[in-house]
C-alpha cells in the first residue's frame, strides 16, 4: 500500500508538471552542482572516492612499470650474436645488464648458463621469464578486486537511499516529491559511481593483462631466438 501511494504521488506531480507545461507556463531548469551532488550520495561516495584514486594510482603506477620493463630492443640479439661468435660472452651479459628490461634480463639469464645443456638453459630463461611477467603482473590483482567491489559499493548506497526514502516518509507522513527526491537521487548517484569505478578498474586490469600476454608471446620468440644463436655457436 505503501509503495502504491508513492507512485500515485509521483504520477501526479509528474501530470501537473506536464499540464503546466501544456499550457504554457514557463520552468526553470536548476542544474546542482557537480561536486553538491558527489556529496549528497552519503558516506558511500567516501569509500568510492577512495577507490578511484586507488584505481588511479595503481593504473599510472603499472603503466610507467610494464612500460619500463615490456620494451623489446630489436638490436639486443644481434649484439649478443655478434660478441658469442667473437667468443666474448662477459661483453654480451655486460650489455644485457646495462639494459633494463625483460628482456635483456632473459637473454643475460640464457647467457650465465652458457655450458649447461639446452634443456638446463632453456628451464633458466623460462624461469627468469615467469619471474618477470610475475613481477609485471604485481598490483593488477588491486585492479580486479575494485572492479569487483565498487559496483557492491554503489548498490549498497542504492539501498542506504532507499532507507532514507522509507525514514522520511515514516517521520514526517509526507508522500510529496520533495520527501522523497532526495534518497532517490542518492541512490541512483552512488550506483552511476560505483558503476563508473568499476568499469574504470575493470578497463584497465585487461588492457594491461592484454599486454602481458602479448609480451609474453614476443619474450618467447626471443627466447627461441637466442637458444637457436646458442646451437649455430656452439655454446
Known amino acids: 500500500m505503501l509503495l502504491t501511494s508513492i507512485l500515485q504521488a509521483a504520477t501526479t506531480v509528474a501530470s501537473d508538471t506536464a499540464s503546466a507545461a501544456l499550457n504554457g507556463e514557463a520552468t526553470e531548469h536548476v542544474s546542482a552542482p557537480i561536486l553538491t551532488i558527489m556529496v549528497k550520495g552519503g558516506f558511500v561516495m567516501a569509500l568510492l572516492a ?22 623489446l630492443d630489436e638490436n639486443l640479439l644481434n649484439v649478443v650474436k655478434e660478441n658469442l661468435n667473437e667468443n666474448k660472452p662477459d661483453s654480451a651479459l655486460s650489455y644485457c645488464d646495462r639494459t633494463p628490461t625483460a628482456q635483456a634480463q632473459v637473454i643475460s639469464t640464457g647467457i650465465r648458463f652458457l655450458g649447461s ?33 565498487a559496483p557492491m559499493l554503489g548498490f549498497v548506497g542504492t539501498i542506504w ?43 584497465g586490469y585487461q588492457l594491461y593483462i592484454r599486454r602481458i600476454d602479448r609480451f609474453a608471446e614476443r619474450l618467447q620468440e626471443q627466447s627461441l631466438n637466442l637458444m637457436e644463436i646458442l646451437v649455430k655457436s656452439n655454446h
Not at 128 to 135: F, P, T, Y
Not at 186 to 201: N, P, T
Open 117 to 149: 645443456n639446452m634443456r638446463e638453459i632453456e628451464s633458466a630463461m623460462e624461469t627468469k621469464a615467469s619471474v618477470e611477467l610475475s613481477a609485471m603482473e604485481g598490483n593488477l590483482n588491486y585492479l580486479s578486486l575494485i572492479a569487483r567491489v
Open 161 to 203: 537511499g532507499v532507507i532514507n526514502i522509507f525514514y522520511s516518509i515514516a517521520s514526517t507522513n509526507d508522500l510529496s516529491i520533495g520527501a522523497i527526491s532526495e534518497g532517490l537521487y542518492m541512490k541512483m548517484i552512488a550506483s552511476f559511481a560505483g558503476l563508473v569505478v568499476g568499469i574504470l578498474a575493470f578497463l
Open 50 to 71: 577512495i577507490t578511484l584514486l586507488i584505481a588511479i594510482y595503481f593504473i599510472v603506477e603499472r603503466w610507467m612499470y610494464i612500460s619500463k620493463r615490456a620494451k
